[in-house]
């Protein structure tokens, strides 16, 4: 079993900064893939930035030049940097991970992001 944490949401204003992290725990051989995704209230839930286990991202138009995906394979831990943040990046963010396999999919709790003046 896999487990899913991550930390570092909270309230920031406009154009601010924030690091998100997400580390798997659990029985862990080999990373394909993770991924943040975020859901705002009344919004389906979107993906924000992913990574593959190789180092390969790929990241929504929304956030592309503010927002930087990571993975540090040695710590099982996946970052998200995100500058210059807006009002519209306002959502519960969400892990989500494909570890040891292509099935099952993880995912965190998820961890609120408020950017507000």
């Known amino acids: 079993q896999v487990q899913l944490v991550e930390s570092g949401g909270g309230v920031v204003q406009p154009g601010g900064s924030l690091r998100l992290s997400c580390t798997a725990s659990?029985?862990?051989?080999?990373?394909?893939?993770m991924t943040w995704r975020r859901q705002a209230p009344g919004n389906q839930r979107e993906l924000v930035a992913g990574?593959?286990?190789?180092?390969?991202?790929n990241y929504a138009d929304s956030v592309k030049g503010r927002f930087t995906i990571s993975l540090d394979n040695a710590q099982n831990t996946m970052y998200l940097q995100m500058n210059s943040l807006r009002p519209e990046d306002t959502g519960l963010y969400y892990c989500?991970?494909?570890?040891?396999?292509?099935?099952?999919?993880?995912w965190g709790q998820g961890t609120q992001i408020t950017v507000s003046s």
């Open positions: 989500n991970a494909l570890i040891n396999g292509m099935t099952p999919e993880y």
């Open positions: 990574i593959t286990g190789a180092g390969k991202t």
């Open positions: 659990g029985h862990i051989s080999k990373i394909y893939a």
